[in-house]
């Protein structure tokens, strides 16, 4: 009976109760939409942390650590390799060499960090070759000698990006945008640029602000033009400790979201990489491991860790702080977020309620007249209180979840601040994830807040004495 | 048999400024099946006296006891189910819980009672007939006359058989003819049930029909007129 008197009450008066649970509603789809975004980047920071830089584990010589020399080589590596194998937590696992070299083209230099790989291989442990940029060429073959993979950031440095609207773009764009904006390129036509900010000052002379802000990035977009099989001269010291030169030409160009990886590291066989330092043998000074799940990454440092002194064993915990960081605390993000927003629902439900409990008080003084206890009373308004946020809840979580979902798929691109984000890991394309756990965390702070919200309004009716309020009017 | 016992019952308010005697040792008693009217003029102390028999207010001193049970040993828990299981009332101003339909309304106090459900819609539907309405009972109140809801109010004082029922000022906000056929539902009802009913009125209409007409003054009984029990 009390259940259904106060569902009834929740709706005596319609307007109010609606304004309540529309702002819940609202309330809710922007926390979940708000975590489930930071779920998307944490989701989306510790999978490009693992599958493009870290791995789960990395295997590296203590001294290397401290001082990147070429002699210092993953301690024991035969040994090693052999307990790799036999370890049931791995999924796969792949030796490098890493050197610090100093790379250049005609028109500029820049120091990389070269990775020696079996490209093979690495396909196995790493995505980049699945990170190749449209028109960037082919990830590394080894079949093909001479090939270097470099990052977007690399090509920047390097002047390896040109932009020029040839014949062949024009056209494109024309199929995409207005004639007008067309008919206005034509003073840029087969011009080469250099740079990203030579290109663009042209367009701006050539455009207005708003043909710019609109078809800008797509005009740049189709103008790049990235010199695939351009030679780079890459620098470095040879076993013996002496400056060597070695030409490779770009095959290929990837970009993954941290800009700070791609600025640093390219990729050749390791091979090849061999021939240039010397020496009779590949270096490993690198072993990185995928496990079978990410669980697994501490379980197979503990194994590794006590049997080679000489070698330091890092999970990615270590290798990716960042990842981790967020990873660990995505719990307090969701807990701060939906708190704050709860917090300032609790309010707006606390103040409809105590204005029921007042607008009834003559009401509530006939109940407890005619023999309605406290208890009942106060569960009456409790559950009243208790509808009211319910209804705005389930409605923000299922839209909430409906959006996430849809932008789940289609993903919110952060165009304008694309180049900050990913300076810092993260990508300007965020996909919403919103995982089953966040629904049971938000449904536990909904029964909080609305157990929370209606213990005042409950306890001020609990206060009226039925004399008193059945002379009001 | 005696239903209710007042003995020199006083209720005194005590303001910063003055003290207001507003009912001074009066001492009654109420018998079963009486139809009994509490008349005075305004602030005379009429509905002081039946809130305090209704256990809403508490006495200064003196003593209210209701079938045996003095209600100044009684908590404020005690007295609330006390009124639940032993007393009805009905209120100037109806007093129906406006969401719900004049069946659910008489039903609610069997409901607080747990009442077994075929009895109470039994008892509902019988009490509604009681009172005219029983072609009403999915009304809400805000569908049905000022007469109307007053009688949904009788037949939920009534539902669940209580020693007495207090009225306060019943027919004050009813026109004549509403006011006329609600009294003879009650006297009826009073006849039928041998519940006792005590109203606090200035309506000369009940006066007219009560058995017995008690008079304050000052919050004194200044009389105590007893017309006669019904046949």
Known sequence: ?473 | MKVIELKNVNKIYNSSEVKVHAVNDVTLDFTEAEFAAIVGPSGSGKTTLLNMIGGLDQPTSGDIIIGGTNLSALRSSQLIDFRLHHIGFVFQSYNLIPVLTAKENVEFIMNLQKWPEKEKNERTLELLNAVGLGDRINSRPGKLSGGQQQRVAVARALASRPKFVLADEPTANLDSKSATTLLEIMEKLNHESKITFIFSTHDPRVVKMAHRVITLEDGKVISDDIKGMPA
């Open chain 1, 1 to 473: 009976m009390i259940w259904s008197i106060a569902w009834k009450n929740v709706w005596r008066n319609k307007k109010r109760s609606l304004v309540v649970i529309i702002a819940v509603t609202i309330g809710i789809i922007a926390g979940v939409l708000l975590v489930g975004i930071m779920e998307g980047w944490t989701t989306q920071r510790l999978h490009d942390a693992i599958y493009n830089e870290v791995s789960h584990v990395q295997i590296h010589n203590n001294e290397y650590l401290r001082n990147e020399e070429i002699g210092l080589t993953v301690d024991q590596t035969g040994q090693v390799i052999q307990s790799l194998d036999s370890l049931r937590e791995i999924s796969g696992w792949v030796q490098r060499t890493k050197l610090v070299a100093m790379a250049g083209t005609p028109w500029a230099n820049a120091g990389v960090v070269v990775y020696g790989i079996d490209p093979e291989k690495e396909k196995k442990i790493t995505e980049i070759c699945r990170k190749i940029v449209p028109g960037g060429g082919d990830y590394l073959d080894s079949a093909h000698r001479g090939g270097i993979l470099i990052g977007d950031k690399v090509a920047d440095l390097l002047k390896l990006k040109q932009y020029n609207l040839t014949d062949t773009v024009l056209v494109k764009l024309a199929g995409v945008i207005p004639e007008p904006v067309v008919l206005h390129l034509e003073p840029l036509r087969n011009i080469r640029f250099k740079s990203y900010k030579e290109f663009t000052e042209a367009l701006k002379k050539e455009l207005g602000t708003r043909e710019l802000n609109k078809y800008g990035l797509l005009i740049t977009g189709q103008a790049l033009d990235y010199r695939i099989r351009n030679k780079i001269q890459i620098t470095l010291s040879d076993v013996r400790g002496n400056p060597v030169q070695g030409i490779f030409r770009v095959c290929g160009i990837y970009k993954t979201t941290n800009a700070g990886f791609d600025q640093a590291s390219v990729f050749v066989n390791a091979r090849e990489l061999a021939d240039l330092y010397g020496g009779n043998e590949v270096l490993t000074h690198e072993i990185a491991i995928l496990c079978n799940s990410i669980d697994d990454a501490h379980t197979v440092k503990e194994k590794l860790d006590g049997n080679f002194k000489g070698n330091a064993v890092r999970t990615w915990r270590e290798l990716a702080p960042d990842a981790a960081m967020l990873h660990d605390f995505i719990f307090l993000y969701y807990f701060v977020f939906v708190g704050i927003i709860m917090l300032a629902l609790a309010f707006g439900i606390i103040n409809t309620m105590m204005m029921a409990v007042l607008e009834r008080t003559k009401e509530l003084g006939m109940l407890m007249a005619i023999g309605m206890n406290h208890r009942r009373i106060f569960s009456m308004i409790m559950l009243e209180t208790i509808f009211l946020t319910f209804a705005g809840a389930l409605a923000g979580m299922l839209l909430g979840w409906a959006i996430a979902l849809a932008l789940g798929k289609t993903g919110i691109h952060f165009s304008g601040w694309g180049e900050g984000f990913e300076a810092i890991g993260f990508a300007a394309r965020v996909y919403p994830v919103v995982k089953p756990g966040f629904i049971f965390f938000t449904t536990l702070m909904v029964i909080f807040t609305a157990l929370v919200a209606s213990v005042w309004p409950a306890r001020k009716a609990l206060k009226l004495i039925p004399v008193e309020a059945l002379r009001t009017e």
